[in-house]
């Protein structure tokens, strides 16, 4: 069975710094797919980011970028430029891309607060 | 395009009672998810359908909760009795996992359910 671990509950982070969290992994298939998704307490499930496991390229989505290590199983997000509206619950997913038949796992998940 | 419509927003109820949350994916979207996320955590899939069949129930508590996905589109939760470990919200996805180069999900704005 395939599992994410986030072994961070909680961040901090300065208001324009850096940030980055952390995730891994475990998974015996090649080809799928791993996110980002980011919860305010509005509860919505807003995806940041997303990875294809057969692209050595790692994804950019403006201030947000990973570092996806396919052999060591690491998928970690790199927030830059850090916003008070970055404030949120973030959830590493993973997705085994089976066609019709895919589901999203998720880590426990992390939260981050950004200090002014 | 229009996102996942879940409803209500909030439900608290007494235990032994039953509830029902509703759904309405993405149009076009044949694959729907149920997750229920506990305080805390990260978010565990309940129930899978492909058009209106189930891929996958098997961590439905089965003595208590149905769901169904009439005419593959709209599709109800159900609890029946209610027990206090079923505070939690209930989020339902619609995801586009047929194809790669759309390959995501969709999440709607869940449903807090408290109960007592």
């Known amino acids: 069975a395939q599992t994410v671990t986030q072994s961070q509950p909680e961040m901090s982070v300065q208001e324009a710094e850096t940030v980055t969290l952390s995730c891994t992994y475990d998974?015996?298939?090649?080809?799928?797919?791993l996110f980002w998704y980011k919860q305010p307490p509005s509860r919505q499930m807003i995806l940041v980011i997303r990875?294809?496991?057969?692209?050595?390229q790692n994804a950019t989505e403006n201030r947000f970028s990973v570092n996806f290590q396919k052999a060591a199983k690491s998928f970690s997000l790199k927030i830059s430029d850090s916003q008070l509206g970055d404030a949120a619950m973030y959830f590493c997913?993973?997705?085994?891309?089976?066609?019709?038949?895919?589901?999203?796992?998720f880590g426990k998940g992390i939260t981050l607060s950004v200090r002014p | 395009e229009a996102g996942v419509a879940q409803s209500p927003r909030y439900k608290i109820i007494e235990k032994r009672q039953s509830v029902a949350f509703w759904c309405n994916p993405i149009?076009?979207?044949?694959?729907l998810y149920w997750y229920q996320q506990i305080l805390g955590q990260g978010p565990k899939l309940l129930i899978q359908?492909?058009?209106?069949?189930?891929?996958?129930d098997s961590q439905l508590p089965k003595d208590r909760f149905s769901a169904e996905r009439l005419k593959g589109v709209d599709s109800t939760l159900k609890i029946q009795p209610a027990k206090l470990e079923d505070s939690a919200v209930y989020l339902c996805?619609?995801?586009?996992?047929?194809?790669?180069?759309?390959?995501?999900?969709?999440f709607g704005s869940g449903t807090r359910l408290t109960v007592v």
């Open positions: 149009s076009g979207h044949a694959t």
């Open positions: 359908f492909q058009n209106n069949g189930v891929v996958d």
């Open positions: 996805a619609s995801g586009n996992s047929g194809q790669r180069s759309r390959y995501g999900y969709t």
């Open positions: 997913a993973y997705s085994f891309f089976t066609g019709a038949n895919s589901k999203l796992t």
């Open positions: 998974t015996s298939e090649s080809d799928y797919y």
């Open positions: 990875q294809e496991a057969y692209k050595q």
